[in-house]
């Protein structure tokens, strides 16, 4: 089966290692869920039962395979595991084959999760193998039975033939799906692809009329290229750097705060303060909610969107000049729109515009996050005090146990109480205020908002009655598109600089590593001057080694033929000997039986056989009897054959007779009442007439009497 079944699965001891155990986990749930129509949570799913664990690899395997059935509640295992490694070909890592069979019939989940994954990451590999498997499956024939039944022999070679014809058509129809693809997409890209060839062709030719007349242009040129290369390395370097040290950053913002969770668990457990850790819990529950209904779902809409323009420019021709007339008609477009902007922003007779309308509620966003961050900070502030306050009470709970603390220790004790006590009123009161700041805020941020929209739906209103509808909604689109636009510019600058920072460090290095090798390189310089001299007289030894080796080699193939030819001359003359011998035994006991049969003739001996004298009036006698016993069972075949249709009816005769003694015993017994009449004519009859009847039939004779009953028992 391996040389039909796909190859491209064969590395999954290390595809678990490569993702994290939380990301595997969330991976085999989605597609889990995907493939059997289930709803698994997390949760859920991390705390499944054994039976339930396997049953949900059933039932995935029943999707790859639905004749296969797996009774895994039953407790069978074997056929799950022989399905996971023969039939798809999971190969189980070196590292866990010691112990993987038990572990996978106990459904231990480091050993039930990889092989999830690997089965839901390669679905479609694995349908493959299933598909190939009903085919390529081998039928164990065992060889000696192949050798003593030539029929079987001759099936298991057409299977074999028809096996290979299988693999070999199956590796065309893949390669014909691989090369002919969809006729109408290839005539597209082609049309693209020549269009953008002609233009091409033009601009290099222009290109080149420029550049005709440039004096040591093959080194510009080399120049360029080195230039273009070193940018793209460098850009490829910079995009490295910066996604690593992102990785970086949310690895270690993630460790900072699974430590300090960890931390607060921990002491929470050890004090047994169950309300800290359930409020904590419903914290990060609202937390979590509140990034599912608002953050993550506005940027999946913002990557759906940009995934979606993407696929639109990937899959449609780039056609430059009507992307030019667009940016043209948008550049017109944005210049009329600022014009009319900067009319809809002067103020009104009241002096308020839609601009400082927007600037307010601007601020007062800026104000209700810029108070929600202090909030959290307070809040974090309020967990270490309410921690140290905890620590403090388990001071107090282990001095109550000890000594009352006197005279100045005392002092300086109730004194920190005070100062701690002052701290934690000044910062309550802060809090109160900033949260009476931030109820202020909120309303505020309400009242303009429904002014906002107010004043939104007047201008929404007049631009109807104008006929420019949408045009508010252009302008603030348009004022994101420039702030977004200086922002890029500002990280295009900044990431130049960078650049630019990296390439002088990067000669800097060069430089440096170059004066450092200076000297390393004339000593290797040497060490092959050297290295080549030994190889040189390496070479010389070996010419000489080989001329040996070629001359013992001739000598030992020239012994090995003389040898050869002594053993086959060894072998006829053994096999000469044999036969002379089996000759000599065999005319030593003719010439026994000779010697034997002259002293029986002469009379010094007889052989007292069957009263035979010699072995030639024994061989005499034995013909004759045989003779004889041929022709009695000549004769005895003759008479058979003659009397054989005689016999035989005399046998249905015999029969047909018993039938009706046993009818009239029969009859006797029912207490018939003409048990023993027996008529001769027609025109009467009882019942056991009647049953003769049935049995023997009625019989006419020649002489033109009526039907009689008859049964002949003799010859005539």
């Not at 390439?503 to 310089?525: G, H, S």
Request: aromatic share 4%; charged share 30%.
């Amino acid at each position: 089966m391996a040389q039909g079944a796909p190859s491209g699965i064969n590395n999954q001891e290390g595809a678990a290692q490569e993702v994290s155990e939380e990301d595997m986990l969330q991976f085999i749930v989605d597609n889990a869920n995907s493939v059997l129509s289930k709803s698994f949570s997390l949760v859920e799913f991390d705390e499944l039962a054994e039976s339930d664990l396997l049953r949900v690899l059933a039932d995935i395997f029943v999707h790859l395979s639905p004749k296969s059935e797996f009774n895994v509640e039953q407790g069978e295992r074997q056929p799950l595991l022989d399905f996971l490694t023969r039939t798809i070909g999971y190969k189980i890592p070196a590292l866990l084959q010691h112990d993987f069979v038990e572990n996978f019939y106990q459904a231990e989940k480091t050993v039930m999760y990889p092989v999830m994954y690997w089965v839901l990451k390669n679905m479609k590999q694995c349908a493959k193998r299933v598909y190939l498997a009903t085919y390529l499956a081998r039928i164990d024939v065992p060889e000696d039975m192949r050798m003593q039944e030539e029929r079987v022999g001759e099936l298991y070679q057409h299977y074999e033939n028809l096996r290979a014809d299988f693999i070999e058509t199956h590796k065309r129809v893949d390669s014909l799906k691989e090369t002919h693809a969809d006729p109408t997409e290839a005539r597209r890209k082609i049309e693209a692809l020549q269009s953008e060839k002609e233009k091409l062709t033009k601009n290099i030719t222009a290109t080149q009329k420029k550049l005709s007349s440039v004096t040591n242009k093959e080194a510009l040129l080399a120049a360029c290229k080195l230039l273009r290369g070193e940018q793209d390395e460098a850009a490829k370097l910079s995009e490295k750097y910066s996604e690593q040290n992102q990785a970086l950053y949310a690895a270690e913002k993630r460790h900072t705060e699974m430590m300090q969770r960890m931390k607060h668990a921990q002491r929470d457990m050890q004090d047994g303060r169950v309300d800290s850790i359930v409020s904590r819990m419903r914290d990060e529950i609202t937390t979590n909610k509140m990034k599912l209904q608002d953050q993550i779902p506005k940027e999946l809409n913002e990557k759906r969107v940009e995934n979606a323009a993407l696929q639109q420019l990937l899959s449609e021709p780039l056609d430059v000049g009507s992307l030019n007339r667009e940016s043209d008609e948008l550049d017109n477009a944005i210049r009329t729109l600022n014009g009319k902007v900067a009319e809809r922003n002067k103020p009104s007779d009241d002096g308020n515009s839609i601009q400082m309308m927007r600037q307010q509620v601007k601020l007062v966003t800026k104000k209700k996050s810029e108070i929600l961050g202090q909030m959290q900070q307070l809040q974090a502030e309020n967990e270490r005090r309410m921690q140290r306050l905890r620590e403090n009470e388990a001071q107090i709970d282990h001095f109550r146990n000890q000594n009352v603390l006197s005279g100045e220790d005392f002092r300086k004790y109730s004194n920190q109480v005070r100062s701690k006590t002052a701290t934690t009123k000044t910062m309550k009161q802060k809090l109160g205020d900033l949260r009476a700041e931030w109820g202020v805020l909120s309303y505020t941020q309400k009242t303009l908002e429904e002014q906002f929209e107010g004043l939104r739906a007047e201008i929404q209103r007049i631009e109807e009655t104008l006929g420019i509808k949408g045009y508010s909604d252009k302008a603030e689109n348009l004022n994101k598109v420039t702030d977004e636009k200086n922002a890029v510019e500002e990280v295009k600058g900044k990431t130049l600089e960078e650049l630019s920072r990296i390439v002088q460090d990067i000669m800097v290095t060069i430089r440096d590593r170059r004066n450092k090798l200076t000297p390393q390189i004339n000593e290797l310089r040497a060490q092959r001057q050297v290295a080549a001299e030994v190889e040189q007289e390496w070479d010389e030894k070996r010419a000489q080694f080989e001329m040996q080796e070629g001359l013992l080699m001739q000598d030992v193939t020239k012994i090995e033929t003389e040898v050869n030819s002594l053993e086959t001359n060894n072998r006829v003359n053994e096999a000469l000997y044999h036969r002379l011998q089996q000759q000599k035994l065999l005319l030593s006991v003719m010439v026994d039986r000779a010697e034997k049969e002259k002293g029986f003739r002469s009379g010094a001996s007889s052989l007292g056989v069957n009263g035979c004298k010699t072995m030639g009036q024994l061989l005499d006698k034995t013909i004759s009897d045989v003779e004889s016993r041929s022709r009695d069972l000549q004769q005895r075949r003759r008479n058979i054959d003659d009397n054989h249709s005689v016999n035989v009816q005399q046998v249905e005769w015999f029969h047909n007779l018993k039938v009706i003694m046993e009818a009239k015993v029969a009859a006797l017994k029912r207490g018939g009442v003409q048990a023993h009449a027996v008529p001769m004519m027609g025109g009467g009859g009882g019942s056991i007439d009647q049953d003769i009847v049935a049995v023997m039939g009625n019989a006419r004779r020649n002489d033109g009497g009526m039907g009689v009953n008859v049964l002949n028992l003799g010859g005539d």
